[in-house]
């Protein structure tokens, strides 16, 4: 069969393959006093039309099952959302007990939602749950444009995130 070799004309240059975005195992999960679940669902179809695989614990998870959970599912990050208020407390609580795990004391975790019922924005309240061990506070107002942003800025590897960074938000 006759063969044609490709000749180049013009500047275009020959396309360079980019890498590819990292995919990432997320647990997605409320609080064990929040009922809300339409966040839970926004926030998976979010992940998953990125790319990423998302297993979701649902609402009013215990903190021991959520926990128990994320030790078993080893996620690349963990997402807690809450909208009913007690955003802020229940999130102070849980980063304590996750970070207490060497197995999570270095996994991704952020936290969004309506977190207190001050409105959004505190920058009290995310100065503290940052230093608390989040790597990240996505309060209302544009903080799904920043989510994004952060989901972007995670390495293949998040798991190396130094604790309680804090530096990607
Ligand atoms: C539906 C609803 C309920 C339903 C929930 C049913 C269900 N299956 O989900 C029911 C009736 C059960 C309910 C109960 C209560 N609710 Co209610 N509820 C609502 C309502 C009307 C809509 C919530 C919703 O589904 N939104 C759609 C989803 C997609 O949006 P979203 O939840 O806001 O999430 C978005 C953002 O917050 C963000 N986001 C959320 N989490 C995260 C995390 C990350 C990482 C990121 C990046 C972004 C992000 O992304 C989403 C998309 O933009 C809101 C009012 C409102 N208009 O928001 C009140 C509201 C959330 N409820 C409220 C309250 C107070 C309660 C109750 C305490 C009422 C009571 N006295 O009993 C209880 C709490 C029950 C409990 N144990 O948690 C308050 C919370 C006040 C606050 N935080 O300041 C709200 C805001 C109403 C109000 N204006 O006062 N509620």
């Known amino acids: 069969m006759e063969q044609h070799a490709v000749e180049q004309h013009g500047k275009a ?8 975005p990292a995919v990432l195992d997320v ?4 609080m064990s006093s929040d009922s809300h679940t339409w966040n ?25 099952l959520l926990v128990a959970e994320c030790r078993r599912i080893e996620p690349d990050l963990i997402v807690l959302s809450s909208v009913n ?7 102070l609580r849980l980063i304590g007990a996750l970070r207490a795990c060497p197995e999570l004391a270095g996994t991704a975790t ?3 939602g309506k977190l207190g019922i001050s409105g959004p924005g505190d920058p009290a309240r995310q100065r503290e749950l940052l230093a608390a061990g989040f ?10 444009v920043d989510f994004r942003s952060f989901l972007a800025a995670l390495p293949a590897s998040p798991r190396s995130l130094p604790t309680g960074s804090g530096a990607l938000r």
């Not at 240059?13 to 590819?20: D, G, L």
């Open 13 to 20: 240059r020959p396309a360079v393959p980019t890498p590819e």
């Open 27 to 30: 647990v997605v999960t409320t």
């Open 40 to 64: 839970l669902v926004f926030l998976q179809l979010l992940l998953e039309e990125l790319g990423h695989r998302v297993t979701n614990l649902g609402a009013c998870v215990p903190d021991e």
């Open 85 to 91: 208020g007690h955003g802020f407390h229940d999130g």
């Open 110 to 112: 952020v936290i969004g």
């Open 135 to 144: 790597d990240g506070v996505f309060e209302e107002g544009g903080s799904v």
